[in-house]
């Protein structure tokens, strides 16, 4: 979610909204594996939803809109979601889901690799399994992948900094952890793209665990290390949120220029106050709409559509008030 780069700059400078893309990628046919009283369609169904984060505004807003559309059709849905991004506290949630044995499952898996072998399980006894928002490396775990295209965001947010560093000076990406598909794949984005700027040295990355009182200190001390630091990349809302932080604590708001993914509303604010200059905004909330889509249409016997890229905007303090841009703010609750 098309290469606009040089483009993209001048866009978001001027605050116009940036459609990353959208759509689907080529359909094949709905996943073979059978689920507990597979006939007669998606109504009735049980489906069930673990989030990386529960608390997290982005997942949040994904559960609301997932709930509002399995509703509609007529499926039993609950949520769940991981108290921290950690393997080890998302594993009891996928073991307690599989042995409720549901038809669906959506789930965003918080590592690439190590809930493979329990979310092979789980689809082998026959629940048909969506990937939402992150994803793991075996082609064959889902019927469906719905997320953002991170590297191209990546990117977006690499121009926009650049843009506003005046294309010299240091960056800094700060970003969760390693082996997490959605942020790796943003940080691939950002670094490659900051490569078409030779007055720009890229700092290494740093990762907060999703931690923001991590990200505030770490963004300190990396200003005290490299005096001229000109920006910086959050990979995600709680990294925002700390780098707001640590820079308004530094007295550097405004002068260390913030690229951050999502719109959480902590990150609304600090745009509104200009600690943050660019919120890249994924929308979960299409993504959740669209995994219960995909479930309903696999459960009737129609084809699934294999991989999906939701659509994103930048958003300024220019262009914030648009109702076209504004629908993108994540929600605190449904």
């Not at 001048?10 to 359909?27: R, W």
Request: aromatic letters at 4%; hydrophobic letters at 40%; charged letters at 20%.
């Amino acid at each position: 979610m098309g290469s606009i780069r040089s483009r993209r700059r001048l866009l978001v400078a001027v605050g116009t909204v940036l459609a990353l893309g959208a759509g689907a990628s080529a359909c094949g046919s709905s996943d073979s594996g059978g689920s507990s009283g597979s006939s007669g369609g998606a109504k009735g169904k049980k489906v069930r939803l673990i989030t990386g984060v529960k608390s997290d505004p982005f997942y949040i807003t994904m559960t609301c809109a997932a709930q509002a559309e399995a509703k509609a059709k007529g499926m039993d849905f609950t949520a769940d979601g991981s108290a921290q991004w950690d393997v080890s506290v998302q594993r009891p949630l996928l073991d307690s889901t599989a042995a409720s044995r549901p038809d669906g499952l959506l789930i965003s898996p918080v590592d690439t690799s190590a809930l493979t072998p329990s979310l092979k399980q789980i689809q082998s006894a026959g629940t048909k399994v969506a990937l939402v928002d992150t994803t793991v490396t075996d082609t064959s775990v889902g019927i469906t992948r719905i997320s953002s295209d991170n590297e191209k965001g990546g990117r977006v947010a690499a121009d926009a900094l650049a843009k506003l560093m005046n294309e010299k000076g240091s960056v800094i990406v700060i970003s969760v952890k390693p082996g997490v598909s959605t942020t790796d794949a943003r940080i691939k984005g950002f670094t490659e793209e900051m490569g078409k700027y030779p007055n720009i040295k890229v700092l290494p990355t740093l990762y907060d665990n999703d931690l923001p009182a991590t990200a505030a200190s770490q963004i300190q001390s990396t200003l005290a290390a490299h005096p001229d630091l000109g920006g910086a990349f959050a990979g995600n809302t709680n990294t925002g949120t700390g780098i707001a932080t640590g820079l308004k604590q530094a007295g550097k708001q405004g002068t260390v220029k913030v690229a951050a993914f999502d719109a959480e509303p902590d990150e609304v604010t600090a745009l509104k106050a200009g600690t943050l200059q660019v919120l890249v905004a994924q929308d979960p909330a299409a993504i959740g709409r669209q995994a219960v889509d995909q479930l309903a249409d696999a459960f009737e016997g129609k084809s699934v559509t294999k991989s999906i890229g939701t659509n994103m905007v930048a958003i300024t303090k220019d262009n914030m008030d648009e109702p076209s841009v504004s629908k993108y703010f994540y929600k605190s609750q449904c």
